[in-house]
Nanobody
Framework: VQLQASGGGLVQSGGSLRLSCTFAKRTVGLYGMAWFRQAPGKEREFVVSVSPSGTDAAYTESVKGRFTISRDEATFTTDLQMNNLKPEDTAVYYC????????????????????WGRGTLVTVSS
């Protein structure tokens, strides 16, 4: 499984960005998707995950109400819409995939994920 992430950039506090993660080639099987992030000097942390069906999602508390994950199976893309961004959201964001049950948002544990995209940098200025 190969993933490609894009959409990072520089934005002012309160602004919005949309990240996209695409399977590099058509992939057979059911994969739950997730976004993690890693700020300078910190460990990689879970942000959100979504089930293969797209119906079950799990968010870390700090982004609830601001971030929304969605997936489009026609384009094999999972997007992360980030609104009301804060300086503490500054990090390199990574998408990841793991086999998962149809309606099951996958784990918060990064060790669960075998496939990772390259990171995309999000910088939020105050």
């Amino acid at each position: 499984v190969q993933l490609q992430a894009s959409g990072g950039g520089l934005v002012q506090s309160g602004g919005s960005l949309r990240l996209s993660c695409t399977f590099a080639k058509r992939t057979v099987g059911l994969y739950g998707m997730a976004w993690f992030r890693q700020a300078p000097g910190k460990e990689r942390e879970f942000v959100v995950s979504v089930s293969p069906s797209g119906t079950d999602a799990a968010y870390t508390e700090s982004v609830k109400g601001r971030f929304t994950i969605s997936r489009d199976e026609a384009t094999f893309t999972t997007d992360l819409q980030m609104n009301n961004l804060k300086p503490e959201d500054t990090a390199v964001y990574y998408c990841a995939a793991t086999p998962s049950g149809w309606n099951e948002a996958p784990s918060h544990n990064p060790g669960t994920y075998a496939a990772w995209g390259r990171g995309t940098l999000v910088t939020v200025s105050s």
